[in-house]
T-cell receptor, first 115, second 114 residues
């Protein structure tokens, strides 16, 4: 079974530039999550999708971050414009459904450095 | 609001030593508890989870964790560590509602001396 795919693996940009990350979840997984993991901290949920609808985006900085999952499969997360404090690893995860009984499977992450 | 505390940021042990990593959470109601592990260069993966029933949960690779409700704790244990256990370990919690988000602790880096 293929895992959660993410690209790119690394990205370096200057502040005020834009960046986009892509995630392809495990086939058949209806729920998709984007997390931000700052160095020395645990992952923090940014947004959760159920199919192509948003379940929770309460911690997404909506003035600069946006995410979509138009066809209910793969997803993109965008930052525009980036700030220095956005330097982090962005993790994508998927699960069969939103129930906490279902394990979340994580991708390798995209390491973003903002200069 | 829910929160998770992992008090040990970096633990260094020799092979065959016993391991206990602390995890405390703050939430008064029913909780689901998790330990995730990230081996060097690998993805974050589930080590074990507790939803209900026996408070002593066994996971992969000989790990276990005990849920002590009165102490709001879910400590991870292994009787004899191996060099291959070198990794970062994250405790996580969510409230009883099935759709609520998982809150992660800040992680504990475990280094095993061969």
């Amino acid at each position: 079974e293929a895992g959660v795919a993410q690209s790119p693996r690394y990205k370096i940009i200057e502040k005020r530039q834009s960046v986009a990350f892509w995630c392809n979840p495990i086939s058949g997984h209806a729920t998709l999550y984007w997390y931000q993991q700052i160095l020395g901290q645990g992952p923090k949920l940014l947004i959760q999708f159920q199919n192509n609808g948003v379940v929770d985006d309460s911690q997404l900085p909506k003035d600069r971050f946006s995410a979509e999952r138009l066809k209910g499969v793969d997803s993109t997360l965008k930052i525009q414009p980036a700030k220095l404090e956005d330097s982090a690893v962005y993790l994508c995860a998927s699960s069969l459904d939103p129930s906490s009984l279902n394990e979340q499977f994580f991708g390798p992450g995209t390491r973003l450095t903002v200069l | 609001a829910q929160s998770v505390s992992q008090h040990n940021h970096h633990v260094i042990l020799s092979e065959a030593a016993s391991l206990e990593l602390g995890c405390n959470y703050s939430y008064g109601g029913t909780v689901n508890l998790f330990w995730y592990v990230q081996y060097p260069g690998q993805h974050l993966q589930l080590l074990l989870k507790y939803f209900s029933g026996d408070p002593l949960v066994k996971g992969i690779k000989g790990f276990e964790a005990e849920f002590i409700k009165s102490k709001f704790s879910f400590n991870l244990r292994k009787p004899s560590v191996q060099w291959s256990d070198t990794a970062e370990y994250f405790c996580a919690v969510n409230a009883g509602s099935s759709a609520s988000k998982i809150i992660f602790g800040s992680g504990t880096r475990l280094s095993i001396r061969p």
